[in-house]
C-alpha cells in the first residue's frame, strides 16, 4: 500500500519515531480535526497521560489530566472497523459527540470498543516504539502515569517532505 503524505502523521516520542496511516474512509471529520491540531502544533509536548498496560495509551489532553481538550466536539463517525493492536481511536466522555483532541492507540486488539468508539487511523510502523510508552501501576485501575513520556512532535508527512 502506498503511502499518502497527505494521511499520514509522524509521532516522534521519547523512545523513537512512529508512523500512523490516517483513515478519512473512515473518519473524514476527525481525520480534518486532528490534521488541523497537528499543524497547530497542538499536540507538541504533551504527555501520554492515561496508560494501560495491555490496552492501551491515551493522550491530547492540554492539561495532561484527561480532563481537557481543544475545546472543538465532534460528532462520532462509528464504524465497523475493529480495534486491533496499533489502532488508533477518538477518546470521549459518556455522550458518543464528546470526542475533541484526546485519541488513544491500542497495545492489543480491543474489540470491546467496536462501534462504539471513532477509529481514525492504524500505527504502520514503529509498534515497538509505542510498547515502550510508560505504562501506570499495574494496581492503578484509572491508568494515570506518575511521570508519563511525552509527545516531542507530531507531523503531518506532507508538511516534512
Not at 480495534?83 to 483532541?101: C, E, H, I, K, L
Amino acid at each position: 500500500m502506498a503511502t499518502d503524505p497527505e494521511n499520514t502523521l509522524i509521532l516522534e516520542t521519547e523512545n523513537g519515531k512512529v508512523t500512523i496511516a490516517l483513515r478519512p474512509d473512515l473518519a473524514p471529520n476527525h481525520v480534518e480535526r486532528v490534521k488541523e491540531l497537528v499543524r497547530e502544533g497542538f499536540y507538541d509536548g504533551l504527555k501520554f497521560h492515561r496508560v494501560m498496560d495491555g490496552f492501551m495509551a491515551q493522550t491530547g489532553c492540554p492539561h495532561g489530566t484527561g480532563t481537557g481538550g481543544s475545546g472543538k466536539k465532534l460528532k462520532a463517525e462509528f464504524t465497523a472497523e475493529p480495534f486491533v493492536r496499533g489502532t488508533v481511536g477518538a477518546a470521549r466522555a459518556q455522550n458518543p459527540d464528546s470526542a475533541d483532541s484526546q485519541w488513544f492507540i491500542c497495545f492489543y486488539d480491543a474489540q470491546f470498543l467496536n462501534g462504539q468508539y471513532t477509529v481514525w487511523g492504524q500505527v504502520t510502523d514503529g509498534m515497538d516504539v509505542v510498547d515502550q510508552i510508560k505504562k501506570a501501576p499495574a494496581h492503578d485501575r484509572s491508568g494515570t502515569v506518575p511521570d508519563p513520556d511525552h509527545i516531542v512532535s507530531l507531523r503531518v508527512l506532507a508538511d516534512s517532505e
